[in-house]
């Protein structure tokens, strides 16, 4: 079955009791049963619902894997992740990632014992410098957010499988139309599905994606032990998302290379970070590794300079300044005040994300209209 097909099909069966096409809302907290211990396969919300059962059968598919696990947030998601490890044990991280996942890494899970090493994953040198006995666990974000580096899935698995340690890959920004990591080797796959797999900037929401049977129990036992699991709304509204992931992506993607092309070439932006330019250091590997090259675009203005990020940022019409990602609406922001910045000033610099970095999610506009708006954004500078 292809990409296409799967939105729409994977998963999902007309409702047996009345035929209904689009799977129904099942708004219960428990279910009645004929004895105790005999029901038809449910007995609390906590821990199955159909709904949540036939986006997670879904995103199985999508996915290329075998058990799907859904949860109230990607920072749910990645905190369930984390469970699977003890004190002791270490976390090798991307060091260019969304600045909640290393706050979650650094401010929650090391009170724990769980400690965390954030390597430019770029050079797998700089991976194999830091595994010891304690290694548990690759966590790689590609294209990694906001600098759009790309890490190459394939060598860090079978990097980490030499060593015995799982892999997981945060394809957020990717979404499952344009990678499958699972297929590169990856052990997990995590989404926060509020992103390009809800598509509508409506629901907040979290998933993994495993092929191997113990883990997915694994991860199953602590959805429902934990609880941070999403009501049978959210999920509805991920699914009725889904259906469209292939034409939204499709078309953004089509967007934002025009627009980093438009972007390039401007006088008062210095650098254009975008896979798909063929400037960028990893353009081959990501022409290899993903089906497109994403809806993300982020670069730096001639300027460096905090004040002149902030005209633009508050210079455009179409696109909205928020945080957040992948909706069918272009939304423009700056990762140091917004979505990074919890990690340190220094850290930040470090992997360029400087005061004047912008980022944009590019939406499903007609792609003149938005480079029309950034251009009308610059005359304040």
């Not at 991307?94 to 009170?111: A, F, I, M, P």
């Not at 992506?249 to 070439?265: G, M």
Request: charged share 20%; glycine share 8%; with cysteine.
């Amino acid at each position: 079955m292809k990409f296409g097909t799967k939105v729409i099909h994977a998963g999902i069966e007309p409702d047996p009791e009345t035929g209904a096409v689009m799977t129904p809302i099942y708004q219960t907290s428990t279910y009645a049963q004929e004895a105790p211990g005999k029901h038809k396969g449910y007995e609390y919300a906590r821990t199955q619902n159909p709904t949540r059962k036939a986006l997670q059968d879904n995103l199985a598919a999508l996915e290329n894997g075998n058990f799907g696990v859904c949860f109230s947030s990607g920072l749910a998601a990645m905190d369930t992740v984390l469970k699977l490890f003890n004190p002791g044990d270490e976390v090798i991280a991307t060091n260019d990632l969304y600045g909640g996942s290393y706050r979650q890494l650094t401010k929650v899970h090391e009170r724990y014992g769980i400690k965390s090493h954030f390597v430019d994953m770029r050079a797998p040198e700089n991976v194999v410098k830091k595994i010891n006995k304690h290694t548990r666990l690759l966590w790689i974000e590609t294209p990694t957010n906001p600098m759009l580096n790309i890490v190459d899935i394939s060598a860090m698995c079978a990097l980490a499988k030499a060593h015995g340690i799982l892999t997981c890959v945060d394809n957020t920004f990717a979404s499952p139309y344009l990678q499958t990591p699972l297929d590169l080797g990856a052990d997990l796959v995590l989404h926060s599905a509020t992103k390009y797999l809800g598509g509508h900037s409506d629901v907040v929401h979290g998933a993994v994606v495993v092929k191997d049977e113990a883990l997915a129990q694994q991860l199953y036992f602590l959805q429902n032990a934990v609880g941070a699991v999403p009501g049978p709304q959210d999920c509805f509204l991920v699914l009725r998302g889904i259906k469209t992931l292939h034409l939204r992506v499709e078309r953004a993607c089509k967007n934002a290379r025009k627009i980093a092309k438009f972007l390039d070439s401007h006088p008062k932006v210095s650098k254009v970070y975008y896979p798909g330019l063929k400037s960028h250091p990893q353009h081959e590997l990501a022409g290899r590794q993903m089906r497109a090259y994403g809806a993300m675009v982020s670069f730096d203005l001639q300027k460096d300079n905090f004040e002149d990020a902030i005209k633009v940022l508050s210079g455009t019409r179409l696109f909205t300044l928020a945080e957040s990602l992948g909706g069918v609406e272009s939304l423009i922001g700056h990762p140091a005040t917004m979505t990074h910045a919890s990690i340190p000033r220094e850290e930040r610099l470090k992997v360029g994300l400087t005061d004047s970095l912008i980022r944009l999610s590019v939406g499903v506009e007609d792609v003149e209209d938005l480079i029309e708006d950034l251009e009308q954004a610059f005359v304040h500078l």
